[in-house]
């Protein structure tokens, strides 16, 4: 239903992202998507790119006069730093010898990348594997945002953890706060030991990870599917969290703690129904919003674990691609945490699944069709009682 590609080098002329599948006549602007862009840039631990580029998305078709038209929405993230590397990354050939990268870092892209594509310059993989990409699904994921919020589906996200500093869980999590946050953390009491994770990595010329939540709340129950595995939207949702560059797992609700439980410390019971404004509540909501691989219409809550970045300024033993010879890993310019940003990547993500999953369940081509379509549908979704 709604799809997206994205293209663009990180040190290129710019990113590309195409979008299709919106329905026509839904709001929109290039200052809407310029928060989300302004919010992935954010975070303690971004590298010096961050202060030369002022992320905006160049809507260039498929919106007129602030709405959507139903065509194809294409963008264009202009890359400041481009000035820099025009000779480096000229489109055309250059006169002038370019140094070539030739020592590996693991755990990027470089190895497999370079092996696979047959090339002789580690650069050409890294340009398209660095994490500048995701501006792109971010432009992208602000209008999947802005298509759910139509229906009162918001989106949010904080960090759990950083380089081993855990914030307490907290039911009631204050999103005024995290956005404020350096770290886009809730629990204040340990943003600065977080911070401090990351400045003790950065002295060290070392990286840290961490864990990120992403909930989505207001969500009818029923999106995705129990029938066929490619429809069950907790897959969708893993799989979109786990395409994040540097995300080496994922969860669902309590996921990984529910496996020392028992059955019945680990389901949602159901509530009895009074009125049909809050059908099919829930006492707890372990299962993270999702069950049978569709939304309970329970918030959905999921987390990914990104890795420590592998661009290291203290680079760890490695090996030269002409040469087998044992060398350092190559260094580039890079950020010592990519935590912070990861979790509005991550809210883009999910918000492009539920999109997807939401256009998917109740059609149209306008929002208005959409409208009616989804008005219909929970006015069905109580009691057999509550039927007309
Ligand atoms: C990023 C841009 C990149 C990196 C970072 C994310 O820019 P540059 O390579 O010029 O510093 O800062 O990418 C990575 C950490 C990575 O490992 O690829 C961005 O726009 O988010």
């Known amino acids: 239903m709604i799809r997206f590609l994205t293209a663009g080098e990180s040190h290129g002329e710019g990113l590309v992202v195409l979008l299709e599948g919106m329905p026509a006549g839904l709001e929109i602007s290039e200052n809407y998507i310029g928060i989300e862009m302004t919010r992935r840039q954010k ?129 009631n999590i204050d999103w005024d ?9 809730a629990d204040s009491a340990v943003e600065a030991d977080m911070m401090k994770a990351i400045d003790d990595a950065k002295e060290a010329g070392d990286t840290v990870g961490g864990v990120i939540e992403v909930v989505a709340e207001g969500l009818p129950i029923g999106l995705g599917s129990h029938v066929q595995w490619d429809r069950k939207i907790d897959g969708r949702i893993a799989q979109s969290l786990m395409s994040i560059p540097a995300c080496k797992a994922v969860s669902i609700g309590d996921g990984w703690e529910s496996v020392n439980l028992r059955g019945s410390e680990v389901h949602d019971v159901i509530e009895p129904v009074e009125d049909l404004s809050h059908p099919w509540q829930r006492q707890t909501n372990r299962s993270g919003g999702t069950e049978g691989g569709m939304t309970s219409g329970m918030p959905l809550v999921a987390r990914f674990a990104i890795k420590p970045i592998s661009t290291l300024r ?14 350092q890993a ?35 081509d306008s929002i208005e069709e959409t409208r009616a379509n989804y008005r219909n549908y929970m006015g069905t979704v109580g009691p057999r009682k509550f039927k007309k």
């Open 314 to 327: 203290n680079p760890l033993p490695s090996v030269d691609l002409d040469t087998g010879a044992l060398v």
């Open 330 to 364: 190559h260094y580039e310019r890079s950020d010592v945490c990519q935590v912070p940003p990861a979790g509005v990547i991550g809210e883009a993500m999910v918000a492009l699944v539920l999109a997807d999953a939401f256009m998917e369940k109740f059609g149209g």
């Open 177 to 185: 706060k995290v956005e404020k946050s350096p770290v886009r953390c």
């Open 43 to 171: 975070g303690y631990g971004r590298g010096g790119r961050m202060e030369i580029e002022q992320d905006m998305a160049h809507i260039v078709s498929g919106v007129r006069h602030g709405r959507t038209l139903g065509s194809p929405i294409s963008m264009t993230i202009e890359n400041k730093d481009w000035v820099n590397w025009t000779d480096i990354m000229s489109v055309e050939p250059v006169a002038e010898t370019i140094e070539r990268i030739t020592r590996l870092r693991p755990g990027h892209a470089d190895l497999p990348g370079t092996m696979k594509y047959g090339y002789s310059d580690v650069r050409n993989v890294l340009e398209r594997a660095s994490a500048r990409e995701t501006a792109a699904r971010v432009a992208a994921g602000a209008i999947a945002r802005r298509l759910l919020e139509e229906f009162g589906i918001n989106l949010h996200s904080h960090s759990l953890s950083i380089g081993g500093v855990w914030a307490s869980n907290s039911a």
